[in-house]
């Protein structure tokens, strides 16, 4: 194994997890809510009254900040290693196990392990344990 130096990054990555922990942090300060991506845009898709606008604040900031970013910092070159068949069936396994684990890896392994809580103590273990898995097969047995 060795280390793609040329794309290593851990200032921004370490910067990146400060800013994610900071915002996890506020969220529940402010709002008393878990910051967990899937159950914020879940709650838009099953609105409630009075519920529906931080929410909808929430998922447009998040769009709106790679919007700016490509407005200042010009186009950047995606690189994927997957086609689209790939990447839909990816994205519909995390779906499902996210409503099987109740909440997403932000909300469990950010939010959950920094309040103790053993059942994001699981559900990250479970995360990580599948991805290492997942990594080693589609690397090691069918390459």
Not at 50 to 62: P, Q, S
Not at 80 to 98: K, Q
Request: glycine residues 14%; aromatic residues 10%.
């Amino acid at each position: 194994m060795s280390i793609d130096w040329i794309h290593f990054t851990p200032w921004t990555s370490l910067a990146g997890g400060i800013l994610l922990g900071m915002a996890a942090a506020m969220f529940i300060l402010f709002n008393g809510r878990v910051l967990g991506i899937s159950g914020i845009v879940g709650g838009l898709l099953r609105p409630r009254s009075g519920d529906v606008g931080w929410r909808l604040a929430f998922v447009l900031g998040m769009l709106a900040a790679p919007t700016l970013y490509f407005l200042v910092a010009g186009p950047t070159t995606a690189r994927i290693d997957a086609g689209w068949l790939t990447l839909i069936v990816a994205g519909l396994l995390v779906g499902v196990g996210t409503r099987y684990a109740s909440g997403c890896t932000s909300g469990h392994g950010v939010c959950g392990l920094s309040r103790l809580s053993p059942r994001s103590l699981v559900a990250t273990l479970a995360f990580m344990a599948a991805g290492f898995i997942t990594v080693f097969i589609v690397r090691h047995v069918l390459a």
